[in-house]
């Protein structure tokens, strides 16, 4: 509490007085994305670059994704304010999403940034001041927290759940560094956790220690009762995992019981006759079990939400993803533009929350016509930062040309998504065009 109070009293009183520089914002598909600087000559690093994504759809913004880069990956912060899967999810939960960039002063790296009290906490809470300016959403101020962190950023994750318990709806933590013992608070036993980790196969340097981390933190959070599960995948290492087919659906099932549906900030805690326990070592036989009804050391068990979440944390651990077989909406307001010996597609389209967009389909008289792009993902991402590629997607026109349009009868086109599955067909009749 002491520490929260701090904060707070340095933004308040000037002690940290942010100048803000390169504010602005970028108007893209179905939002707007943030942009803004914080420099001052009292934080230990150098400075904070933050994008925030904030959807047309929504008025109040209840909750705001933080995902945070590891060491020396700064400038790859921003990409996921433009990750069309990470904007679905926040369109759904009325969200918004920031990507920070936080820049050392020195070659040390995330040592500058990666604890809170030097800085890396009050200049998150000017940030969200400057963009709650910029965007009119003076909620952002208030707004709960989602926590995603890699590695350096897992340390921050870990560090942001020591100093601001009350604010974390709940956090992921992809391999987090440099094996933290830090004395949380009672508070921080109300927050459910994943931690990741891929073993001996994960950067377990002497300083990173990052298999360490996750199997020390687990079992301090888990002895405090803390609602939280340990991921080891393996077949991967720190710079290698699948993360977000099981972060995605773990958040969607805590924020179904934290969140307020009357719009209050506080959080509900999470009901744990709703919870499921999971084995935590990966074998072929990995069982899980409804946490009423287990009679075994609870503690010495991954937690899971609900039971939609064990079964997806099951597979996590077992085969490194999680299978999406839902196929995707199809895509939305299809025009079709004649040109002198042309004809020019556009269409809106809203990423697959379980799995995104992979490419579009287009047919002619109900046959394949062309993909969309031609080859490679509309978006996917980086298996190492979770980095959204390309940061900007494609924009959604397609044109047809030397293509005799008596020929033609219905054009149409469908969403597939990363695992390949295909939506239903949008259609439109070529006689009915004007």
Not at 252 to 270: C, F, P, Y
């Given at each position: ?31 707007t ?8 000559s009292?934080?230990?690093f150098?400075?904070?670059n933050?994008?925030?994504f ?6 109040e ?6 995902h ?7 400038g790859?912060?921003a ?20 990507g920070p ?6 070659n ?9 009290e ?8 000017a940030?969200l001041?400057s963009?709650a300016?910029?965007s ?9 927290w ?12 870990l560090?942001?759940?020591n100093?601001?318990?009350d ?6 933590c992809?391999?987090?560094a ?6 949380y608070p009672?508070?921080?036993s ?7 980790h ?15 981390t ?6 301090i959070l888990?002895?405090?009762?803390g ?5 080891y ?14 972060a995605i ?6 924020l179904?019981?934290r ?7 506080v959080?509900n805690?999470?009901?744990q006759?709703?919870?499921?326990l999971?084995d ?11 946490a009423?009804?287990f009679?075994?050391d609870?503690?010495?068990?991954s ?12 597979e996590y ?11 995707p ?5 299809l025009?079709?533009v ?9 269409w ?5 929350l379980?799995s995104?967009i992979?490419?579009?389909?287009i ?10 792009p031609s ?5 996917t ?15 959604m ?5 030397g ?6 009868d219905?054009?149409?086109i ?7 599955i ?10 009915n065009?004007?």
């Amino acid at each position: 509490m002491f520490k929260r109070l701090f904060f707070a009293l340095l933004i308040l009183t000037g002690v940290l007085s942010p100048v803000y520089g390169q504010s602005g914002l970028n108007k893209i598909p179905g939002g707007t994305v943030y942009h803004t600087t914080i420099r001052d000559s009292t934080l230990k690093f150098d400075h904070a670059n933050y994008s925030v994504f904030i959807p047309d759809s929504i008025q109040e913004i209840r909750g705001i994704f933080i995902h945070q880069h590891g060491c020396t990956m700064e400038g790859r912060g921003a990409s996921t304010a433009y990750d069309i899967q990470y904007q679905a999810f926040a369109r759904k939960w009325h969200l918004a999403i920031l990507g920070p960039d936080l820049y050392p002063k020195t070659n040390s790296n995330c040592w500058d940034w990666r604890n809170p009290e030097e800085g890396s906490g009050p200049a998150l809470l000017a940030g969200l001041d400057s963009i709650a300016q910029l965007s009119n959403h003076p909620e952002l101020k208030i707004a709960p927290w989602l926590l995603w962190g890699h590695s350096g950023g897992g340390y921050w994750v870990l560090a942001m759940i020591n100093a601001y318990p009350d604010r974390i709806i709940a956090a992921v933590c992809y391999s987090p560094a440099f094996d933290p013992h830090f004395p949380y608070p009672e508070a921080a036993s109300k927050i459910p956790v994943i931690i990741r980790h891929a073993g001996s196969r994960d950067f377990n340097s002497v300083r990173a220690n990052c298999w360490g981390t996750a199997l020390h933190t687990f079992s301090i959070l888990r002895n405090m009762d803390g609602p939280v599960s340990i991921a080891y995948t393996p077949r991967q290492n720190h710079n290698l995992s699948y993360i977000r087919y099981i972060a995605i659906p773990f958040f969607e099932s805590v924020l179904a019981q934290r969140l307020q549906l009357n719009g209050s900030k506080v959080l509900n805690d999470m009901d744990q006759k709703k919870a499921w326990l999971c084995d935590t070592t990966t074998n072929a036989n990995v069982q899980v079990y409804k946490a009423s009804s287990f009679t075994g050391d609870k503690h010495s068990m991954s937690w899971l939400p609900d039971s939609a979440c064990a079964v997806k944390f099951k597979e996590y651990i077992t085969t490194g993803s999680v299978q999406d077989n839902t196929a995707p909406l199809a895509p939305e307001n299809l025009k079709i533009v004649k040109g002198k010996d042309s004809l020019t597609l556009s269409w809106t389209a809203d990423a697959d929350l379980e799995s995104g967009i992979g490419h579009f389909n287009i047919y002619i008289n109900n046959q394949l016509f062309a993909r969309y792009p031609s080859t490679g993902d509309f978006q996917t991402f980086k298996t190492n930062g979770d980095d959204a590629v390309p940061v900007i997607p494609p924009v959604m026109t397609y044109m047809i040309s030397g293509f005799s349009e008596n020929r033609i009868d219905t054009i149409a086109i469908t969403t597939v998504n990363r695992f390949e599955i295909e939506s239903p067909k949008t259609k439109l009749f070529i006689s009915n065009l004007p």
